[in-house]
Nanobody, 127 residues
Framework: QVQLVESGGGLAQPGGSLTLSCAAS????????MSWYRQAPGKERELVEE????????NYADSVRGRFTISRDNAKNALYLQMNSLKPEDTALYYC????????????????????WGQGAQVTVSS
């Protein structure tokens, strides 16, 4: 059974940093692309970052490029999101998600390619 559990959310000041973690289980983690997406109240879901199963390729939304970094530790079945230079508009519920395709080099940056996600971690950026 696929399980994804996010942690590390919280309150940060503008310009501050937070790190999100996602613990994955129930599937062969290293063979699937993973992503972080977010959803703010009243807004559409936004795919923020994606990383291949092998970890060698990452893709970012323009809104976070240069500020956020996705990484993974396949030995620990863990996904991370390092968020720097946070802005109030980064306030959202952040989810980690598993890609549908069994291919450690696959990437698509399409939200509909992701079919499992966790319960979400709240990130609030406010002074």
């Amino acid at each position: 059974q696929v399980q994804l559990v996010e942690s590390g959310g919280g309150l940060a000041q503008p310009g501050g940093s937070l790190t999100l973690s996602c613990a994955a289980s129930g599937f062969y983690f290293a063979n699937y692309a993973m992503s972080w997406y977010r959803q703010a109240p009243g807004k559409e879901r936004e795919l923020v970052e994606e990383i291949t199963g092998a970890g060698g390729y990452q893709n970012y939304a323009d809104s976070v490029r240069g500020r956020f970094t996705i990484s993974r530790d396949n030995a620990k079945n863990a996904l991370y999101l390092q968020m720097n230079s946070l802005k109030p508009e980064d306030t959202a519920l952040y989810y980690c998600a598993k890609n549908r395709r069994f291919d450690r080099y696959y990437h698509s940056f399409r939200l509909d390619d992701y079919h499992y996600w966790g319960q979400g971690a709240q990130v609030t950026v406010s002074s």
